[in-house]
Nanobody, 115 residues
Framework: QVQLVESGGGLVQAGGSLRLSCAASGMIFSISTMYWYRQAPGKQRELVAAITSGGNTNYTDSVKGRFTISRDNAKKTGYLQMNSLKPEDTAVYYC?????????WGQGTQVTVSS
């Protein structure tokens, strides 16, 4: 079955960087769009970034210029490079991908940015 497993979260000071990874299995990763979402305490889950199979990317305004989404199809892994982190980036980050009409989600990884 399809599995998405995130890693790379942690505690970082404001201005620091983290790189999240999302390892996919059970699907043809190379032909699927991949998404990164985040959910902060008491807030709705929001879309952070997306990358299509062709490499086109989109970002929510609050992370433009700071975050970079990428993918390595050979490794079936997606990435979210996060630079210049701010306390308001603190959230659980989830990767997500559709496969055969079903949206799959990882378990999430906590990112905490201290001021």
């Amino acid at each position: 079955q399809v599995q998405l497993v995130e890693s790379g979260g942690g505690l970082v000071q404001a201005g620091g960087s983290l790189r999240l990874s999302c390892a996919a299995s059970g699907m043809i990763f190379s032909i699927s769009t991949m998404y990164w979402y985040r959910q902060a305490p008491g807030k709705q889950r929001e879309l952070v970034a997306a990358i299509t199979s062709g490499g086109n990317t989109n970002y929510t305004d609050s992370v433009k210029g700071r975050f970079t989404i990428s993918r390595d199809n050979a490794k079936k892994t997606g990435y979210l490079q996060m630079n210049s982190l701010k306390p308001e980036d603190t959230a659980v980050y989830y990767c997500s991908a559709p496969w055969w009409g079903v949206r799959y989600w990882g378990q999430g990884t906590q990112v905490t940015v201290s001021s």
